[in-house]
């Protein structure tokens, strides 16, 4: 997988799908893990393997096409299998989260850094062990993006976190003072009418 600052991202690459404004700042960029593209490997190439050692061995014309067929489809499996991990791109920057995805087609979403409301990562063992795992965050109105499968999912939570806000009340302590007088303003003339 493919960490990197701002200072390591190729910008017009990246500018070509996201479609960034000029003044937002690429913070980080990265892409899953190759290795998450082991299974469909594994099936392709099992797919591969039972076509040519049945076609092979097969002494009935038909089943030995049939099976021959496993051939480019196990192909097909692998490759897009790769393909689908090594399209993939995510991208943090000053004002939103983006996801890439797609193979023939392209995917884009975006989740602007001021609907998030919940970010966490999650690692298996495995994950653990080779520090990787996943980073899902929730925004407002039900939308959610995941990066998937990315190295040191705990510094990019972070960066997420500390783009967002990090718990930090929004406004400064005068507009919460002023709040603060309006409620008791409303409060004193509701209890002046009902009581």
Do not use: C, H
């Amino acid at each position: 997988m493919s960490t990197s600052l701002a200072a390591d991202v190729d910008l017009s690459a990246v500018d070509e799908w996201m479609a960034r404004g000029g003044d937002e700042d690429v913070l980080w960029s990265g892409r899953p893990r190759t290795t998450s593209a082991l299974p469909a490997i594994a099936v392709g190439v099992v797919l591969v393997v039972a076509g040519v050692v049945g076609g092979a061995t097969q002494t009935q014309l038909a089943v030995a096409l049939v099976l021959a067929t496993l051939v480019p489809i196990g192909l097909l499996v692998a490759v897009w299998g790769y393909l689908g991990v090594v399209r993939t791109r995510y991208v943090v920057t000053d004002r939103a989260l983006y996801r890439r995805t797609g193979v023939l087609s392209r995917r884009v979403q975006r989740v602007s850094l001021g609907r998030v409301q919940n970010s966490a990562f999650t690692q298996g063992v495995l994950g653990t062990v080779f520090d990787y795992g996943t980073v899902s965050v929730e925004a407002a109105g039900g939308g959610a993006i995941a990066f998937a499968d990315i190295d040191d999912p705990r510094e990019v939570r972070a960066l997420v976190e500390k783009q967002v806000g990090g718990g930090e009340l929004p406004g400064t302590l005068a507009q919460w003072q002023a709040v603060r007088d309006e409620v008791r303003a409303l409060r004193g003339a509701f209890e002046q009418r009902g009581g």
